[in-house]
């Protein structure tokens, strides 16, 4: 991939918790977890509403699992999905970030979210997919960003759309041992770049 620099990437040291910022918006800091947060995500993942896509809440086990995953991709990719803090408060509401996935017989990156339910219906899941799906394009270089969705998520599926994703096909997953229809979404940077009003315009404003 071709990397470039952009302004949405303001990499600013640590936060409170020591994880390094990656992104900041008007509203929102995304940055790496930290072993600390376990009892964060607990509150997501163990949450039975905001985990129906995945047929069931994870155990502890499950959640430190969950977490060592994201440590460990930031290693070997540079990237996971991260932490989504509230910038005025520090509060952990969610995570979001990217992530290598199979598609199509080949490797696709995806553009992830997933937030505790006190904070949905509040346009954090869009603010941050929307600078994600920027940090690709502009730092990682990506030419193309894809998100994997159940095709039951309505809301997910409302997130993908007002991040400048079509739909591109359909694959199926399987957990616990349940059969789960997803719709695959896609954007590019072609075509981001071609909504922008003018020069950097929406970039920034996206970036806050």
Sequence with gaps: MRAARSPCA???????????????????????????????????????????????????????????RQLSRYRSDGFGLW????????????QCGLTWQEFDGG???EVGYLFERAFWHHGYATEAARVCRDYAFDVLGAEEV??????????????????????????VKHYRGVRMPHLVFSATRVARDGALPADGERRTRDCG
């Design 10 to 68: 303001k990499t600013r040291g640590v936060d409170g918790r020591g994880g390094k910022v990656i992104l900041e918006t008007e509203r929102l800091v995304l940055r790496e977890m930290t072993p600390g947060d376990f009892a964060a995500l607990c509150r997501t993942l163990q949450d039975a509403e905001a985990m129906y896509a995945y047929e069931g809440v994870f155990s502890d086990t499950e959640v430190r699992e969950w977490l060592d």
């Design 83 to 94: 932490a989504v803090e509230l910038s005025g408060t520090g509060e952990l509401i969610g």
């Design 107 to 109: 490797r696709v990156m």
């Design 146 to 171: 894809f998100s994997i969705i159940r095709d039951t998520n309505a809301a997910s599926l409302a997130v993908a759309r007002r991040n400048g994703m079509k739909q591109r096909g359909s694959l």
